[in-house]
């Protein structure tokens, strides 16, 4: 394992295995838009939601690593299955060798820390791939801030296909919410606040709430992981310093640019342009 990594300052890293992360990048940009953003989509080996907590944090590694050779400092998973599966081996074991001094960051966490704020009846719900679902993260982080809430999963793996084929505001797009929100409840009839515990879930907001009661706050994570960003920078002014404010951004795929360019515009709605990177020649 490498460390001997610049201690130039340098940009803040956000990683995802694919997509869906923009949307996190997106809320942390809007909220903190003097910084300069790296943003990797690991796109050649998406999804990681069905994959082994091994290949995951192999995976996560590695991507961890890059970000690391170009001089991040701070890198944040902005992917469930990564944060739920990579992200405790990986502060705990792989960052006092390869550099003490940086953080890798989730967003699992600051969504679990606002949860309490909403719900009424005590029962929670959380939409997420397999692999998040089957991790019990949100479930885990939620009872160490509040045990005397109830949480219950529901795994959606036709989601997230339904994002990347832009196929979540078409018609078809119904049959698959409708079920996984009736399966949702089935579980547990109390439920009134849910969690879209996958980034690419915000595309399919609208059609959840279609089939939701009035009642039923749905949380999408973006926002309270940028503000949850931007209070850890304010209360570590040592890293704050090492990330450059410079207002720029860049993009990187393990897949063809052309195409992370073309799927990256439809996420964040303006034209972007992309390199193409190897990193599983690392670790």
Not at 131 to 160: F, H
Not at 241 to 253: D, S
Request: proline share 5%; net charge positive.
């Amino acid at each position: 394992m490498r460390n001997n990594f610049s201690r130039k300052e340098g940009a803040i890293g956000v990683f995802d295995s694919g997509y869906g992360g923009l949307t996190i990048l997106s809320e942390i940009r809007s909220l903190m838009p003097q910084y300069d953003y790296i943003y990797l989509g690991d796109n050649a080996r998406a999804p990681y939601g069905n994959r082994s907590f091994e290949v995951v944090y192999r995976f996560t590694l590695q991507a961890v690593e890059w970000f690391f050779s170009q001089n991040c400092h701070l890198v944040i998973l902005a992917c469930n299955t990564a944060s739920a599966k990579a992200l405790r081996s990986i502060q705990q074991n792989d960052l006092p060798l390869l550099d003490p001094q940086r953080r890798v960051l989730g967003i699992i966490r600051p969504t679990a820390e606002n949860i309490n704020a909403f719900t009424k009846t005590g029962h929670i719900g959380v939409f997420g791939t397999e692999g998040t679902i089957q991790s019990q993260s949100y479930e885990l982080e939620i009872k160490k801030l509040y045990p005397y809430l109830t949480v219950i999963g529901e795994a959606c793996p036709m989601w997230v296909p339904l994002v990347e084929n832009n196929e979540y505001d078409k018609p078809g797009a119904d049959y698959f919410v409708k079920q996984h929100i009736d399966r949702l409840f089935k579980k547990d009839p109390q439920i009134d606040t849910i969690i879209l515990g996958c980034t690419h879930y915000p595309f399919l907001q609208k059609k959840i709430k279609n089939y939701l009661p009035k009642h039923i706050h749905v949380i999408a994570q973006g926002k309270y992981v940028a503000e949850s960003l931007k209070i850890y920078l304010t209360c570590h002014p040592e890293m704050d310093e090492k990330c450059t404010k410079n207002g720029t951004i860049r993009f990187f795929t393990t897949e063809s640019p052309e195409k992370f360019s073309q799927q990256a515009s439809l996420f964040l709605n303006k034209k972007i342009e992309a390199q193409n990177i190897n990193i599983d020649t690392l670790c």
